[in-house]
């Protein structure tokens, strides 16, 4: 049986890996071993991290929707609980915005769900 070198899908699958370890610090970017285990360990964590990222938005959204209501004088649970209430369809990520960017129709929409 012949010796099998590394030939061309062994060198097309390598330079696949170095490829994707261009960047990476010292030895991580040049010697096969151990660019595969960088380039593994960054897309496990890449891939943990498009799931952490929706939790994170999702927190900064209810703290700041909760900051512009402490200034109206309520919070974060009595506003849901109130909107639950009065209908209003409208998902954190709108919410947070308009408390940030739009102030005047927040603190009508809290007027409105606070009557």
């Known amino acids: 049986m012949p010796r099998a070198k590394g030939g061309f899908k062994t060198r097309r699958r ?3 890996v170095l490829e994707r370890a261009k960047g990476y610090y010292g030895a991580k970017s040049r010697l096969f071993r151990i660019a595969t285990e960088a380039v593994d360990k960054a897309l496990l964590y890449s891939y943990r991290d498009r799931r952490i990222k929706k939790r994170d938005f999702r927190s900064l959204w ?8 402490r200034s109206v004088g309520m919070t974060y649970s009595q506003f849901t609980a109130r909107l639950k209430a009065a209908n209003v369809a ?9 408390a940030y960017r739009d102030t005047e ?11």
């Open 105 to 115: 129709a927040f603190h009508r929409l809290v007027e409105k769900v606070k009557s």
């Open 90 to 98: 409208l998902n954190r990520k709108v919410l947070a915005d308009m």
């Open 62 to 69: 209810i703290v700041r929707i909760n900051a512009a209501l």
């Open 14 to 16: 390598r330079k696949k």
